[in-house]
């Protein structure tokens, strides 16, 4: 396992020290976490659409971005740009495996002019709240580590935590690296996997894996943690319609029970990011 790299340079620009928690210190990069660490509560966040709010509709602008990058790339018109990025979109799971696997993009390339181009500052701001809260739940000393968790690569995942004002306040990151082939990304049990090694978990522990907390916006990777063992599990559905949606699904009572968040084994819903520490 290589050393874990460091992080301590504000992604925005030496200007752009103007609150709190601007600037990633991420005492334990992206891992593995040394040998000896703490590591028995961990609490591992999901990062868009969970520490800020879909409703910012930057899901929106990124799929803006990519619309423009199969016209420019593919040399392709407004239709079959929209048609290719909903069938690779259906097939893939991400429109950039199809990409990648169809037309040998550069996956690094893709991510410089869709989520970097984003312009983040214009959507999202310093969040004290949300500081706040991450604050009081870390006081608590219930949590070894605060882990971030995200299919971004890591460019977006330090711009979004910086611009937040919350980028001091984990130990480390897991992002998806889009650098390397196939590409591995939530809910993969592959992805899971290579998070229990990052942070020195046994994926057959199920003593160590009950004390795991997570939270993410995404149904598909909540339950793939469920699955896993994890045993807190938070879904954060912020839109009314993804709450009337997860209610009817057939398998609603075996993911979430009576959906009153009193059954500890089941995933709990929160419907803002801040009930999450009255949940714990
Ligand atoms: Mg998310």
Redesign the pocket.
Known sequence: MTAPQLIDQNPLGPTRNSHPGSVPHLQYGFGPIPEGTPNHRIFLF?????LYERSTMIHDMMQVNIHQYFKDTLDLDDECAHNLHVDYYQTYGLALEGLVRNHQVDALDYNLKIDDALDLESVLSYNPKLREMLIRVRELGRFDLFWLVT?AYKNHALRVISILGVADLFDGLTFCDYAQYPIVCKPMTEFYYRLFDTLRVDKDDKEHLSHLYFV???GL?VAAAHDLGFGHVFHYLEMDADYKKALQSPKFTEYYGKGDNKDKSKIKIIRLILDLEKNI
């Open positions: 999901d990062i868009d659409n969970c299919n993410d916006d995404s990777n």
